[in-house]
């Protein structure tokens, strides 16, 4: 089955800085890699995703890119804010309605002002 | 958008009691249903995949006499916690695939307490 691995699992930045989260996943056919913003007490929330046939996607202060030769995507986000601190989940599977998605590890991302 | 409503946010039970657990689709079919369990500091685990009229399907280590799952409609979607102790303290969080559209809606998350 799927394995998705992602680093760091703790990242503390500066207000205004750029943080990358890194993820590999071992599935070929997994072809759908969302990533999930997750704050505490509360569920997973989607901000954004990329699909195989797209290399890079990118909204606002987020993007996202996929290199399926090396079966590994990263999240980048931009001039980053407090708000931005949470856990930050990525996530694959085969898009396909039997098939579930798999979680990374979770990324702590603390941002300071 | 897809909505996944799901009920109750959160319980406390006591130790040796049943908890369910309901996950519902608004304004779409969910034929499939993912159950996921979340332990404090760590990721979203796949418990079991729920599949319409079928028995569910459960992930490597997961009790199935334990963990009840009954999907009876298109809509409605149930895990029952059976004989909980203070270990199935989670958070549990039910995932339903968009098909065609693409991506998965997620409930809203159930935080379960076993004192």
């Known amino acids: 089955g799927e394995n998705v691995e992602q680093h760091p699992s703790t990242l503390s930045v500066q207000e205004g800085d750029s943080a990358v989260i890194k993820c590999t996943y071992s599935d070929s056919a997994s072809n759908y890699f969302p990533w999930y913003k997750q704050e505490l007490g509360k569920g997973p929330q989607l901000i954004i995703d990329?699909?195989?046939?797209?290399g890079e996607k990118k909204d606002q202060r987020i993007a996202v890119t996929l290199n399926k030769t090396a079966k590994h995507f990263s999240l980048h986000i931009t001039e980053t804010q407090p708000e931005d601190s949470a856990v930050y989940f990525c996530?694959?599977?085969?898009?396909?309605?039997?098939?579930?998605?798999?979680f990374g590890k979770g990324t702590t991302l603390s941002v300071s002002s | 958008g897809a909505v996944v409503s799901q009920h109750p946010s959160r319980v406390i039970c006591k130790s040796g009691t049943s908890v369910k657990i309901e996950c519902r689709s608004l304004d779409f079919q969910a034929t499939t249903m993912f159950w996921y369990r979340q332990f404090p500091k760590q990721s979203l685990m796949l418990m079991a995949t729920s599949n319409e009229g079928s028995k569910a399907t459960y992930e490597q280590g997961v009790e199935k006499d334990k963990f009840l799952i009954n999907h009876a409609s298109l809509t409605l979607s149930t895990l029952t916690v059976t004989s909980a102790h203070p270990e199935d303290s989670s958070f549990y969080i039910c995932?339903?695939?968009?098909?065609?559209?693409?991506?998965?809606?997620f409930g809203s998350g159930t935080r379960l307490t076993v004192v």
């Open positions: 995932s339903a695939p968009q098909g065609a559209r693409g991506g998965y809606t």
């Open positions: 990329i699909r195989s046939n797209v």
């Open positions: 996530a694959a599977s085969a898009n396909q309605a039997g098939t579930a998605l798999i």
